[in-house]
């Protein structure tokens, strides 16, 4: 199993030492999950929406809890993944063995492309493995897709709704003070446009599980120009709430 890089010893043996669903007791949830990155959204479905507490699971961090909110009668699950793929793919993990198997996420992304306009809808399609958990889940190698029937109920919704968006694929990194100008050149040269820190964790993990799971991604701070340029992206609250609901119709679709 020994390689010259410890992060290529892919073990395909299904079995870990922390299984989830040796650990985690199922219970009764909606297997339609939305994974939503924007805190923001979390606390106004809390508040306007009725989102309640369903269950904590934890960290060192704290408490991460998952929601259970009701749309036109039909239970969804939504929680908060945290940021950064190995924290995001524990939790996930751990939905999946609460019983979750229908998974959407919303979230942002820097772009590579500056045209590509602040709050533009993208949906990828496959994801740049530059990042850690990946390789654990799957055999090495460069992209990893996300799941086609969670694509196809994505962009269903979004015709349904009018809504612009571009497919493509995204460059998910661990290091977010790392995108280097060359970087961004040669992920833009394979074809990314844009770039975040989960998705291929996300896709690898679901994959290794055998669980639906694609994202909806909107364009946030730019990475395509000569300088940086934040774009306030954090701060577009419309497009964030408009996300969810997509996102929200898309999984309860699948
Ligand atoms: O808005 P979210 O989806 O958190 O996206 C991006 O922003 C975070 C980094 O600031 C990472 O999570 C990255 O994926
Ligand atoms: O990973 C990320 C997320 C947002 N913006 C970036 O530049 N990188």
């Known amino acids: ?38 805190q923001d959204v979390i606390t106004t479905l809390i508040h306007k929406h009725q989102a309640r507490v369903i269950h904590n699971l934890s960290s ?10 009701e749309i036109e009668q039909r239970k969804l699950t939504v929680f908060h993944p945290g940021i950064g793929a190995p924290l995001s793919a524990a939790l996930l993990e751990e939905v999946i063995a609460l019983g979750c198997n229908k998974f959407i996420a919303c979230g942002g992304a820097g772009v590579l492309d500056s045209s590509l306009a ?16 990946s ?16 694509v196809q109920a994505i962009e269903a919704v979004l015709q349904k709704h009018h809504c612009a968006y571009v497919l493509g694929k995204t460059w998910t990194t661990d290091a977010i003070y790392r995108e280097t100008p060359q970087k961004v050149q040669l ?10 820190m989960e998705a291929a964790a996300f896709f690898a993990v679901s994959q290794f599980r055998n669980v639906q799971f694609a994202q909806l991604l909107y364009g ?10 934040g774009r306030d992206w954090t701060r577009q609250t419309s497009v964030r709430e408009k996300l969810f609901w997509l996102a929200a119709e898309a ?4």
């Open 220 to 229: 946030g701070d730019d990475v395509g120009s000569e300088q940086w340029d």
């Open 60 to 69: 060192e961090i704290g408490a991460h809890p998952i929601y259970e909110v």
């Open 187 to 196: 992920r833009r040269q394979e074809g990314c446009i844009t770039v975040e």
């Open 118 to 133: 602040v709050g533009h809808v993208v949906v990828p399609t496959a994801a740049i493995r530059d990042e850690g958990v």
């Open 1 to 38: 199993m020994k390689q010259e890089y410890p992060i290529l010893e892919f073990d395909r043996t299904p079995e870990a030492m922390l299984e989830p669903s040796r650990l985690i007791r199922p219970m009764d949830i909606s297997p339609h999950a939305v994974v939503c990155f924007f």
């Open 135 to 150: 390789y654990h889940y799957l055999p090495p190698g460069r992209e990893v897709l996300a799941h086609p029937e969670g």
């Open 251 to 254: 999984c309860l679709a699948l």
